[in-house]
């Protein structure tokens, strides 16, 4: 079992940068690969990045690649998502998962999820 809360949303101005981290519990964590989602109002629940156990191997959305960075700290059970150059668009309830499969870019393939934070952009 994993469980993961997310923090570090919060309001910023285009352009501007937020760091967001997931913090977990549970022994599998170390074990298990990490994405971030996020979901915009009235619109489907979209991946954005996903690291694998070993931090070997990271994968982007187009929408974000150049300007979002995916990172874990194992020793800590912590999982991070930098966001730069932020725009209006990336607003959104951001969500962290985790699989103890592969990493994937499709949201069922995650079994474990946590309660999401707000960003929001303003422009």
């Known amino acids: 079992q994993v469980q993961l809360v997310e923090s570090g949303g919060g309001l910023v101005q285009a352009g501007g940068s937020l760091r967001l981290s997931c913090a977990a519990s549970g022994r599998l964590f170390s074990a298990a690969a990490l994405a971030w989602f996020r979901q915009a109002p009235g619109k489907d629940r979209e991946f954005i990045a996903a690291?694998?156990?070993?931090?070997?191997?990271?994968n982007y959305a187009d929408s974000v690649k150049g300007r979002f960075t995916i990172s874990r700290d194992n020793s800590k059970s912590m999982g991070y998502l930098q966001m730069n150059s932020l725009k209006p668009e990336d607003t959104a309830v951001y969500y962290c998962?985790?699989?103890?499969?592969?990493?994937?870019?499709?949201?069922?393939?995650?079994?474990?999820w946590g309660q999401g934070t707000q960003v929001t952009v303003s422009a």
């Open positions: 998962a985790a699989t103890t499969g592969e990493i994937a870019t499709v949201e069922q393939w995650y079994d474990y």
């Open positions: 690291i694998t156990w070993s931090a070997s191997n990271t």
